[in-house]
């Protein structure tokens, strides 16, 4: 089984900065990218920035620039530390981890978190 858990969430002012933390874990083989997504209340739920096991980032338009994603490889965890931070930015903060299992054979298994709630207040 895998999981992911996400720490960091919470409540900023405007133009404040936090820092999301999502640690993978369980029996997988490798991760294949690791990312964040974000649903604000009526809104679908959507892509904020990805990495994958390449480095290779995503950012959603409306973070460039202020929002950064890294990865600590050891800790299959992945960060991201957001700056200038916006009331249009509150929003559930989810962690999307896709990863590699053998059980037996290998494929792919997409595991999401539970959540955190980011409230950025003007």
């Known amino acids: 089984q895998v999981q992911v858990v996400e720490s960091g969430g919470g409540l900023v002012q405007a133009g404040g900065s936090l820092r999301l933390s999502c640690a993978a874990s369980g029996s997988f083989v490798g991760f294949l990218s690791m990312g964040w997504y974000r649903q604000a209340p009526g809104n679908q739920r959507e892509l904020v920035a990805t990495?994958?096991?390449?480095?290779?980032?995503r950012y959603a338009d409306s973070v460039k620039g202020r929002f950064t994603i890294s990865r600590e490889n050891t800790k299959n965890t992945v960060y991201l530390q957001m700056n200038s931070l916006k009331p249009e930015d509150t929003a559930v903060y989810y962690c999307?981890?896709?990863?590699?299992?053998?059980?037996?054979?290998?494929?792919?298994?997409?595991?999401w978190g539970q959540g955190t709630l980011i409230s950025v207040s003007s």
């Open positions: 990495i994958t096991s390449a480095g290779t980032v």
């Open positions: 999307n981890a896709n990863v590699a299992v053998a059980d037996p054979f290998y494929r792919p298994l997409e595991v």
